[in-house]
Every structure is written in C-alpha cells, then in structure tokens.
C-alpha cells in the first residue's frame, strides 16, 4: 500500500490505495480500491477498544512471550556453548602464538575461527531473543498502561483522536484484504483485525473531551 493525497475543492485528504493499482501496474492485476485515512485511523481506535474492553490481549501476548522465554535446558544448552567457544579461544591463541616460532599453521586458525564464529552466532541469537523478550514484556506493560486511559466510544456514532504513537510502537505489519478487514501483526508476536475501514469515518462527529471542573 502507499500513501497518496487528494485535494478536492482544496481540501487535503489522505488515502491508501494498492502500489499496483494506484500506478496501474501492467505487470501486476489488483481493482482494490483505496482507503481513506480518517477510516483506517477509526478502525484502529475502535481495536484499542476491542482490546481493552476483553482479557484476550493480555492472555495471547503473555502466552507468546512465555514461549520465547528460554527455559532451564535451554539455559544449560547456552552455559556449554559459551564453555566451548572460550576453550576454542584458549586454542587459536596457542596455535597463533605457536605460529610465532615454529610457523603458522594457517589451515588450523581458520578451521578454529570457523568453528568460534558458528558458536558466536548461536550465542548472538540466544542473546537476542532474551533481549526481544524483555522488549515485549516493556512495550505490553506500557500498552496497557495506555489503554487504561483510552476514552470509551461509540464507533458507531463518534470517534475519538488518533493515537499514532500507539500505532507507530506495537504494530509490525499490516495485510489489507478485500473484505476492508486489515489483520496486524503486533510487536509481542499475536495478530489483531481491524474492521470498518469502508466506514466513512471522516464524517463522525469527534468524541469531545470532558472538561474538568476547576477548583
């Protein structure tokens, strides 16, 4: 999808539309039509919702981070990894400074920073996921945080200011499909829908925001 601005009777508005429909791709063969942003925008406030009002958010991501979290076999698995990496260390530095004296065996220093270079990535890729995991549990925390203080409405009749640093921070993709449904892959590993993008949201009322009685 890409982004694309209309202005009709000098009034900017922002849509969505298919790159090979939007250029006429003759290479590629899609009628879909656009979307307007006020409606995707809708449609992702009216989710927020959804995801607040139920107990499904916190029981699908607390499952999908658990499932990341090494466990203790795991754990061991690494502690030798890292145990045999250090020793193959202790062994290229022998060879190297053998090499200074008697002549290098070149063939051996590869073979052994070869094998070094296997472990190390094993070792980067462990560290990442706990690094991952740690993210997810962070970003899940401060998006319930942020729900707490979402302002419950009637999708139906109103709509209410869209959060883009929400956006911006849990969803890693988009899929669009013809049904106007968008399904988004959210940073703790879970998908969520998204439905009324067809709406004409853009001609809800915004939901204004209580005044607070002053003292």
């Known amino acids: 999808m890409r982004r694309l601005t209309c202005l009709p009777d000098k009034t900017r508005i922002q849509y969505w539309r298919c790159h090979a429909s939007a250029v006429k791709d003759i290479s590629a063969n899609c009628e879909e039509k656009s979307y307007r942003e006020e409606s995707m925008e809708h449609a992702f406030m009216s989710m927020l919702q959804e995801m607040k009002q139920g107990d499904r958010l916190v029981s699908e991501a607390r499952e999908s981070i658990q499932n990341l979290i090494p466990d203790e076999i795991e754990e061991a698995k690494m502690q ?11 062994e290229l530095y022998q060879v190297v400074d053998a090499g200074s004296t008697e002549g290098e065996d070149a063939s051996r220093v590869r073979e052994i920073t070869s094998l070094i270079m296997g472990l190390q990535e094993q070792i980067n890729q462990f560290n990442d996921t706990k690094e ?3 993210t997810m549990q962070e970003d899940l925390k401060w998006l319930l945080k942020e729900l707490e203080g979402l302002r419950p409405f009637n ?3 109103e709509r209410i200011e869209f959060r883009g640093d929400i956006f911006s921070r849990i969803v890693a993709k988009g899929t669009f499909y013809r049904d106007g449904i968008i399904v988004y892959d959210l940073c703790f590993g879970i998908q969520w829908t998204a439905k ?6 853009w001609k809800l009322k915004m939901k204004k925001a209580k005044r607070t009685k002053k003292k």
């Open 80 to 90: 030798a990894i890292v145990q045999e990496r250090d020793v193959l260390y202790q």
């Open 132 to 134: 991952k995991v740690t």
């Open 155 to 157: 999708p139906e009749k």
């Open 196 to 201: 009324g993008n067809k709406m004409r949201a």
